[in-house]
């Protein structure tokens, strides 16, 4: 069995610059009575394995458990995107659900599931995981069990006491998001497959964000890395949108989960479908904010 390697500096080549005093969150650094840079022991178990202390430090003196200079760390590259070139980057993008009959390779795929790994984390990144369903046959066998989850939303929502549950064990936030927005499109039929898909929009791939269900800050890392996700696929001249329906489905249905091959103590919270766009926009559209407040 290995020993876990424990958080420590070297001061045989620590200069003492206390910069990774001044950047770690936690405050589990410090000075001790020989002057030197250490870990405090009684608060080294708070370490959060973010790696600022190991980023920041010039000699590369310290040590943190399960990460290490060579394996999880790159010297910076040149910052070369200022703010007039990023902002025209994100007007360019937009949600695509028109996708070309053009499969994506694994290489372009693993670009995007790369870039996640830069991704900022709420806590424990490690819990999360991702499937990814690079094949269109495969989309489809899940569709039927799609649209008849879909199709079950409209007969909840006009059930008095399947609202008061949903409502009660969801949350308003989740029972609005379906009273008024699913419900009025399902109920007109948007999602029926004789339509064509209307769920996935014929995209050759889909990613899966999922986790334990209980596993900390798994929602929030998972909204994260989606729009990390989103951003690298416009990057790469592919579309991409991401998609509630699925993970909602795939969390009442077995047949779906199955399908998707998602464990059953896994919560799926969000997916992206990816392809590369059927068709060239010719202008964005600028949201408004609804409230901004100042407080100087």
């Known amino acids: 069995?290995?020993?876990?390697?424990?958080n420590k500096i070297n001061q045989e080549i620590c200069n003492k610059c206390k910069l990774c005093i001044?950047?770690?969150?936690?405050?589990?650094?410090?000075?001790?009575?020989?002057?030197?840079?250490?870990?405090?022991?009684e608060r080294k178990s708070i370490c959060l394995n973010c790696?600022?202390?190991?980023?920041?430090?010039?000699?590369?003196?310290?040590?943190?458990?399960?990460?290490?200079?060579?394996?999880?760390?790159?010297?910076?590259?040149?910052?070369?995107?200022?703010?007039?070139?990023?902002?025209?980057f994100l007007a360019n993008r937009r949600s695509i659900r028109n996708f070309k009959n053009k499969p994506i390779s694994n290489e372009i795929i693993n670009q995007i599931l790369d870039s996640i790994s830069y991704?900022?984390?709420?806590?424990?990144?490690?819990?999360?995981?991702?499937?990814?369903?690079?094949?269109?046959?495969?989309?489809e066998t899940a569709l039927p069990y799609?649209?008849?989850?879909?199709?079950?939303?409209?007969?909840?929502?006009?059930?008095?006491?399947?609202?008061?549950?949903?409502?009660?064990?969801?949350?308003?936030?989740t029972f609005n998001t379906i009273k008024n927005h699913l419900y009025p499109i399902a109920k007109l039929e948007n999602y029926k497959l004789k339509f064509g898909?209307?769920?996935t929009r014929n995209a050759p791939a889909i990613l899966i964000f999922h986790a334990e269900k209980g596993a900390e800050e798994h929602t929030n890392n998972s909204l994260i890395y989606a729009t990390y996700s989103i951003l690298t696929a416009h990057a790469l001249g592919l579309g991409a949108t991401i998609i509630g329906i699925v993970p909602a489905?795939?969390?009442?249905?077995?047949?779906?989960?199955?399908?998707?091959?998602?464990?059953?103590?896994?919560?799926?919270?969000?997916?992206?479908?990816?392809g590369y766009p059927k068709y060239k926009y010719k202008r964005s559209i600028k949201r408004s904010?609804?409230?901004?407040?100042?407080i100087e």
């Open 289 to 294: 904010i609804q409230k901004i407040n100042w």
């Open 197 to 199: 898909d209307r769920i």
């Open 1 to 6: 069995m290995n020993k876990k390697m424990e």
């Open 51 to 88: 790696g600022q202390c190991m980023s920041v430090c010039n000699t590369k003196a310290i040590t943190i458990n399960g990460l290490s200079y060579d394996n999880d760390f790159i010297d910076l590259p040149k910052n070369n995107i200022d703010y007039k070139n990023f902002i025209d």
């Open 119 to 139: 991704a900022p984390y709420g806590a424990k990144p490690k819990k999360i995981n991702i499937t990814v369903i690079n094949n269109r046959k495969i989309i």
């Open 22 to 41: 001044e950047v770690c969150p936690c405050n589990i650094i410090g000075i001790n009575t020989k002057n030197e840079v250490y870990f405090i022991p």
């Open 249 to 274: 489905a795939i969390n009442k249905v077995k047949e779906i989960r199955e399908v998707f091959q998602i464990p059953e103590e896994n919560e799926a919270i969000i997916s992206v479908i990816i």
């Open 146 to 173: 799609i649209a008849k989850f879909l199709d079950d939303i409209i007969k909840w929502v006009e059930n008095p006491i399947a609202s008061f549950i949903i409502k009660r064990k969801k949350g308003k936030e």
